[in-house]
């Protein structure tokens, strides 16, 4: 206490303990910050109370004076006094009961297994190597590093983290294909463009893009009437009502003729006509 502070000396932001939390945190956090700003070992004594708030700050300022001759002898009384709270740690085997889930993807796995594999102190590289392959489902990345076995752990998870990035693009890129036509891309089908000759395979086409031939029928050059006027001469129309062989009908009717002796479809007349039509220019003298 007697040790004058650096008038330049600045308190570093920290976040304070009230007794709740966990105190090896709350102390590493500590070192760590007091550490790097190089001061000297009275001062981390001193700087240790405004970290504090509370019971814990009671707690601190309640020690006999006296009492406290470094910041070792400081940190082993705090975490002595709030060993309670410090959380437990898993061992070895907690990684054993760590397994990849059916249909997980590896990108979700990786996560979860980096956070629980963090919760464990002083893991070995090779055991952490050795634990993680196993954790894996069996598929193309667990028999590469089974094949060939990484040398080191950070090398397997390297190995892990750039599969699953391929694993995730794959997935987009799938469903880019599966919905890209209602995305607004055109489709092979909307591109009608051919290749050239040069040596490329031509354009596929599916079945049902052939269009449909149509029978070839020329255009009449002539109008209707001039058509009509090469036709034979109608046969006059018989009685506004005539009536079939069976007087109880009157089914047939020729909407041209406006005759009930035959049908439109049948007229003999009409289909003269559509004939010539088809033709083009009739033969001259043709009636």
Not at 254 to 280: A, D, F, P, V
């Amino acid at each position: 206490m007697a040790y004058k502070i650096p008038g330049d000396f600045k308190f570093p932001e920290q976040a304070t303990f009230d007794g709740s939390g966990d105190p090896r945190e709350h102390l590493l956090s500590y070192q760590a910050k007091m550490q790097v700003m190089g001061v000297r070992d009275p001062v981390m004594c001193r700087a240790f109370l405004p970290t504090l708030k509370g019971s814990a700050q009671r707690w601190l300022v309640a020690l006999p004076p006296g009492s406290i001759h470094s910041f070792e002898e400081l940190a082993d009384r705090f975490m002595s006094h709030y060993a309670a709270n410090i959380k437990p740690q898993k061992d070895l085997t907690h990684l054993g009961d760590i397994h990849q889930e059916e249909g997980e993807s590896l990108k979700t796995y990786l996560a979860w297994w980096q956070k629980e594999i963090q919760s464990i102190e002083e893991v070995e590289d090779q055991t952490a190597l050795t634990f993680f392959i196993e954790s894996l489902r069996s598929g193309q990345l667990y028999r590469d590093l089974r094949d060939n076995r990484p040398a080191t752990y950070a090398e397997a998870i390297n190995m892990a983290n750039k599969r699953a990035n391929t694993e995730q693009a794959m997935k987009h890129k799938r469903q880019q294909e599966v919905g890209g036509s209602s995305g607004g891309k055109r489709t092979r089908t909307e591109v009608k463009e051919r290749r050239s000759d040069s040596g490329r395979r031509p354009e596929a086409r599916r079945i049902y893009d052939r269009p449909s031939i149509q029978p070839y029928r020329p255009t009449s050059q002539h109008p209707v009437h001039e058509v009509q006027a090469l036709a034979p001469p109608p046969p006059l129309p018989t009685g506004e009502h005539a009536i079939n062989e069976d007087p109880g009908k009157t089914s047939k009717y020729c909407r041209y003729h406006k005759s009930y002796t035959h049908n439109t479809e049948e007229c003999y007349y009409l289909k003269i006509m559509e004939g010539i039509i088809q033709q083009g220019t009739p033969p001259p003298n043709q009636w």
